[in-house]
């Protein structure tokens, strides 16, 4: 997940020639992630994105500008060899970006070599060259452009219609056979006519129209408000595509033209063919739509702070991002084809109550986990879960976008789960979490330093920023980091790390073994195993088996075979998920479990038909259990547990209940579910891309959270998250960001599960673990109040069902068996309403017993705070001789404390003073 860290660079740009400033009206980056345009009025800068330079800048000549309008918008193209600028009367603007040869660097670096660069800054900066290629004309007032690899895709206005046009001297690298041609010519589709029937309202227009990096799919937002969910259903073209450019008419070709701007102009409107030419384009291009926003059609007009702003396309967890002009954010999951969400979405929005005005852009990191939105007056950052990751609102003209710079190949490394030790890699360094190993004050005081800061080596950094992939050891003790290429280790017994001298060998997909000991190179490798596709997950189960899970759909198996000198892969079996995961490239997480006698008896080669199998698909968390058909054939049944869950664990070797629990977060907080492996559900199904969940199995245990977790501490019951703290100078012009750790106890939620239903067994054996802990009583405590205040108040607010069994008296039979009772119902009577007195004591006793029995078990401590409940009560006698009887046993204790707190108590018991100088007598405290 994503928090921020530092501060916020800040980039001034001038107009080269007049030296002044300019405002930004529009920003976009490229494909890769690797360059983006920033457009003004009248100019077209492409920058690198690390480190950040300004490689070419382009003025358009006023002639131009007063012929074809000034700038409104940029994009990319697929291959980003062009920009595509939109102006404001309705031209299109095409310029070519031409990247020179590295050999033809023409910006050499005058840093001394002994300077160390920074992230990513020791790339030579490549050599690029902006040139005008033409200019198109669009009839009909155009709205939005959406480049794509073989045409341009706008909308207009009037008439409403979305139309293609081929680019320039389109040609055919590759010849395709006819039945796979598509068409890439000119085409209009008009709104309002048959050739749409799945818009709400047909008159309307498309004013925005975002596509996804990874899919032919694609959002438009109409002028309505309302958003659909879009793809081209594409039949194969009647004439071949390499003569499009030829069938294009003189009538069809440039009309203006600047001497600036020469090479390439063409006009583009809807032209009126017959009924014959029109139909023969319909048999071509057809656009199916879903609305996904807006979509009840008992509404015509939406409200105005309910329109559709912005869209974004997170393919990976198959979700949408819709922003709306009053600001809220909507997470939709895709639809299914021509079927409406039948839910609404909550609407997202920051925790204030400062106005952030309309949110105008939006986008996903390219993992998929966190989304970054720009507001009129602010910005913000949101996981894909719906927590509100960061915010800062209040600022004046934010700017025309936002990009997110996490580019990078990702690494897949060799992990298991390990939640004992919190992990964050920022941009040079790597944090670890060592509270695990601190004493258990030190791990809920927010004040401790419980995080290590270790530099990665800033060599490596230099050519491989940015980090996509990082790695901690279950004992916390060894760390792995990959980049764009290479690796590096981190051993914290020596503090020193250990890296490749050859990043060639690190360019095939293989899985490979490296010894910690030796250095890093090609000869010290101890096994290699090649695989014909790209691995997509790699999890570590037990220790000592390996699996792996690859583009083809298919599940390795491997047992980790160590020796005295070297160490080995043992394929074990494999197996295909065709038929149940429909695209593997959106697994996110792979882990299985297996019941603890066949790890104990069985044969490792067996564990593929025992396992019950956790994908994390998407953000689609689902558990499948082998069956075996009467030919033996090991089938899969499908049990679908949660949606837009974010990651997930599972505790193989757990305390107690916890043995073969999964953990999932879905940006709310905890779901648990406790022994996975008897879960059952009679549902069945094969997981599909955009399919929606009709039905999931409940989670045994949710664990609502108000940070973003990190750990679990199994052993002291505490789930450990970070929080950003916001420092704000005067004198400085931006704010500074700190994260800080921060803690929730879990015991109390798993004890509920258990005495709900009437296990107070389990719940004692459970609890048994945890009883050393010094926060113990404090957990029975919270327990204990969470339970009183939800039946009270349901007691209280609605009849009861006949076969309604309260569960207050199991808790006070759990907390019977433990030393600290008499303390936790105090310490809970103390914080809660009065009113709810006569429900608790009804059912844990009369306090006045629970007195006694506090001083005759020497917890006098205890006793004392019992004083302010009988007090309250009235149920103290006159004569004060239970308080004169335990300011006694306080001196004869030399809990010197203790009686000046009780002799605070009768001061405020009684004003006259006559109490408190009656007890001072009576217990000899001045003799």
Not at 5 to 30: E, F, G
Not at 566 to 594: E, K, N, Q, T, Y
């Amino acid at each position: 997940m994503y928090f921020p860290t530092a501060t916020a660079q800040s980039y001034v740009t001038r107009d080269p020639l007049s030296d002044q400033h300019t405002k930004i009206i529009d920003i976009s980056k490229n494909e890769e992630s690797s360059l983006f345009c920033v457009l003004t009025e009248g100019t077209i800068a492409v920058w690198k994105v690390r480190p950040a330079v300004l490689l070419g800048h382009i003025t358009r000549s006023k002639i131009s500008l007063e012929a074809h309008g000034v700038n409104q918008a940029v994009l990319w193209s697929p291959d980003s060899q062009r920009l595509v600028v939109l102006t404001t009367t309705s031209h299109i603007v095409l310029i070519n970006v031409d990247i020179l040869a590295l050999n033809g660097v023409v910006y050499a670096s005058s840093i001394n070599s002994t300077v160390q660069c920074g992230p990513g800054e020791d790339h030579p900066l490549p050599g690029l060259s902006l040139r005008f290629e033409g200019v198109v004309q669009i009839d009909g007032n155009a709205l939005c452009v959406s480049p794509r690899e073989s045409h341009i895709l706008f909308s207009t206005r009037h008439p409403p219609a979305v139309q293609t046009i081929p680019w320039p001297h389109i040609e055919a690298a590759v010849p395709q056979p006819d039945s796979e041609r598509t068409w890439l010519g000119h085409d209009t589709t008009l709104i309002g006519h048959s050739e749409l029937p799945w818009l709400v309202r047909t008159d309307v227009h498309v004013t925005s129209i975002s596509t996804s990096r990874l899919g032919d799919i694609e959002v438009w937002i109409t002028s309505d408000g309302r958003a659909y969910f879009v793809h081209m259903d594409a039949r194969p073209a009647a004439s071949p595509m390499d003569t499009l450019g030829d069938e294009l008419t003189s009538k069809e070709r440039g009309r203006t033209t600047t001497a600036q701007e020469a090479p390439y102009t063409e006009s583009s409107s809807i032209s009126q063919d017959d009924s014959g030419a029109k139909q023969s384009v319909l048999n071509k291009l057809r656009w199916i739509g879903t609305c996904i926003h807006g979509y009840d059609t008992e509404i015509t007009t939406l409200l105005e702070t309910d329109r559709a702003s912005s869209a974004a396309i997170n393919i990976q967890f198959s979700v949408i991002a819709i922003g709306t002009t009053g600001g809220g954010l909507i997470i939709i999951p895709f639809p299914m084809p021509g079927v409406s969400p039948k839910s609404t979405q909550p609407r997202l929005k920051i925790p204030s109550l400062a106005r952030t005005g309309a949110l105008i852009c939006a986008e996903w990191t390219t993992d998929g986990y966190a989304c970054a939105v720009g507001w009129e007056r602010g910005w913000g950052a949101w996981s894909v879960g719906g927590r509100c990751l960061c915010w800062a609102v209040g600022m004046e003209n934010v700017g025309a976008g936002i990009i997110v710079d996490d580019s990078g190949q990702q690494d897949t490394f060799m992990f298991g789960d390990n939640t004992r030790y919190a992990f964050l890699q920022m941009d040079d360094r790597v944090l670890v979490y060592r509270g695990a190993d601190q004493p258990d004050l030190s791990v809920i005081n927010p004040e401790s330093d419980v995080w290590q800061h270790i530099q990665i080596p800033a060599a490596y950094l230099a050519q491989n920023w940015p980090i996509s992939c990082a790695s901690i050891a279950p004992d916390g003790h060894l760390i792995a980091v990959a980049g764009r290429r290479g690796l590096v280790h981190y051993s914290a017994t020596s503090g020193k790390w250990k890296q490749f001298a050859d990043f060639k060998q690190e360019q095939a997909f293989a899985v490979r073994l490296f010894s910690r000991d030796l250095e890093l190179a090609a000869q010290n490798i101890l096994h290699r195993e090649v695989f014909v596709t790209p691995v997509v997950s790699l999890s570590l189960v037990d220790s000592n088996s390996l699996l792996v899970y690859t583009e083809d759909n298919t599940l390795f198996h491997f047992l980790i075979l160590p020796t005295r000198d070297s160490i080995s892969l043992h394929l074990c079996g494999s197996i295909s998920f065709d038929g149940i995961v429909a695209v593997p490239g959106i697994v996110r997480g792979l882990s299985w479990m297996i019941p603890r006698e066949h790890r104990e008896m069985g044969d490792p080669a067996d564990d593929l038909t025992i396992a019950t199998v956790l994908l994390l698909v998407g953000g689609r968390l689902v558990l499948l259990k082998p069956r075996k058909t009467g030919s033996e054939e090991v089938r899969y049944d499908m049990l679908i547990l949660a949606d837009r869950i974010e990651f997930c664990w599972i505790h193989l070797e757990g305390i107690g209940t916890l043995e073969n629990s999964l953990w999932g977060y879905d940006g709310r907080g905890i779901r648990l579910w406790l022994d996975a492996l008897a879960l059952e559900n009679n549902l069945r199904s094969t997981l599909e891309i955009g399919e929606q969940v009709t039905e999931s199995i409940q989670e045994s245990v949710n664990i609502p959270l108000s940070f973003y977790p990190l750990s679990v501490l199994m052993d002291k019951g505490i789930i450990i998250g970070v929080e950003h703290e916001i420092a704000t100078r005067g004198s400085l012009p931006f704010v500074m960001f700190r994260i800080v750790p921060t803690t929730h106890l879990f015991l109390h939620h798993i004890l509920e599960h258990h005495l709900t239903r009437g296990r107070v067994t389990e719940a004692v054996q459970f609890a048994a673990h945890y009883q050393h802990l010094v926060f113990f009583a404090h957990a029975q405590e919270v327990l204990l109040h969470n339970v009183l205040e939800s039946e009270y108040d349901r007691i209280n607010g609605q009849p009861l069902a006949p076969n309604h069994t309260p569960v207050l008296p199991a808790v006070v039979e759990f907390l019977d068996h433990f030393d600290t009772c008499l303390e936790v119902v105090v310490g809970c009577a103390r914080k809660t309403e009065m009113a709810r007195w006569n429900y608790l004591f009804g059912v844990v006793g009369n306090p006045k017993d629970l007195f006694e029995v506090s001083s005759r078990t020497h917890g006098w401590v205890v006793a004392a705070s019992y004083l302010i409940v009988l007090h309250t009560l009235n149920e103290l006698d006159e004569s004060q001789e239970d308080v004169i009887r335990l300011l006694q046993r306080a001196i004869d204790e030399k809990e010197w404390s203790l009686c000046r707190d009780i002799l605070r108590f009768l001061q405020s018991a009684d004003e006259s003073g006559s109490a408190l100088r009656q007890a001072v007598a009576m217990s000899g405290l001045l003799s």
